[in-house]
């Protein structure tokens, strides 16, 4: 952030509700090192976002560094891109608050998130949950975002938070850049092994998910045990073969080749070699990774310094949109 040309702004954030799988590397954090030659990048680590499920208080402080070090592994380096927690930045929920007050209770109720969490949390269906997408919407908006690197999940989110800057833009003139999304076309959506037709997600159980640290030998296993269908064709056909699907899915995101020519390269092998060539694939990705994780997590010192220095660039940052917001509302001088 030291350059004194304006680039575009990229934001994104992820929970620390658990370790990182293989859905959020593909759909998320593999891009997001990508990017930061070209943007100004601002990733977080979204704790706030959190809490919107019973956290444990030990184990979200320990994700919370986990996740840091991660950002780290997959290749950002804090001299270029601000890697924060979301906690540390008052402003995020000082401007939610402002935001609340420009979302409307019909816009909330269609979220599918919000139905899908109510449904897994029955027990504790809280107000946080409800407006969860109005705090994502200020954590982008602080920052004056342009876009916005996410899985294909998060676009219903996006869109409301286009929304609510354009109705805040339109009563009080341009104070927020309405941002876009940048979601990408394979892998944008890597689903579950166990149920191929839900989305992979890191608070399921175990088995449903390759978490990012599993070693070579539970990845293999995870693989093998995937659920696949009572054919034995590899053929990419996501409504009738979900399962063999994601796995073509994730093998071509990983490696760039098509669906199609997966297929026709592996002609005539069974699932037992398809999984193979996934594990295969899913390993060599995420060793360089995994290797640099162990080194960054075994040093909480440096991973609390970068938090600390990340955070107050992005204070900084945050607070000039916040005290603008607040002039135009009319809140009292100071
Ligand atoms: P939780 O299970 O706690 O809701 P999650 O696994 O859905 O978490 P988030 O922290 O909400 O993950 O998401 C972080 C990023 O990863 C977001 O950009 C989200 O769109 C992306 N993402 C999450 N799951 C997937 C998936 N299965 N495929 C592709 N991208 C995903
Ligand atoms: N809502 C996202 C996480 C998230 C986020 C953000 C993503 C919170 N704030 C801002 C991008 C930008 C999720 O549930 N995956």
Redesign the pocket.
Known sequence: METKEKRPVI?????PSGMLTLGNYIGALRRFSELQDQYDCIY?V?DE?AITVRQNPADLRRRCLELTALYLASGLDPQKSILYCQSHVSAHAELAWILNCFTYMGELNRMT?FKDKSAKHADNINAGLFTYPVL?AA??LLYQTSY?P?GA??KQ?LELTRDIAQRFNGVYGDVFTVPEPLISKTGGRVMSLQEPERKMSKSDPEDTFISLIDDPDTIRRKIKRAVTDSESEIRFDPENKPGVSNLLNIISALTGESTDDICAGMAGQGYGALKTRVADCVIEALSPMQAEYKKLIADKEYLMKVQAESAEKAAYLAQKTLRKVQKKIGFAAR
């Open positions: 934001f994104s954030g992820i929970q977080c979204v976002h998130q994502m954590d982008i916005v996410v999940d998060q989110h």
